[in-house]
């Protein structure tokens, strides 16, 4: 009996991770995507992040696209360390941007390279804040 009740628990937790890998996959997808993303934004946090995006980038699409790819990358890093947990997440990305340098340094090496990237293009055009 007790092997049983381990194998449906074992079950449920597989199948709960396969929704939560679908659901973190599809958020990257609408991120990746312009159409998708503008869809996305629909509250006031959302909208904020966009225009802050559109005015850090001066409104260069390509830009801009790297910027929101990058962020898609980042999604299962917040994932995790917010335990799936939308509420905890956000909890997370909180008070990640007290020391933006603190959340920064947590980014995988492939991601830190995109980011100073990104900041580069920014300074090189004169769009970034010294």
Known sequence: MLKWIFLIFFFQLCFADQATQDAIKQTQ?????????????NSSDAQRANSQVQKLTGGNKETEQEIWALAAELVPIMAAKGENDPKKMLQYLDEMKKNPEQFAAQFPPEQREKLKQIANK?????????
């Open 122 to 130: 920014l300074k090189s055009k004169g769009l970034a804040k010294p």
């Open 29 to 41: 997808d609408d991120m990746m995507d312009p159409q998708k993303r503008s869809g996305m934004i």
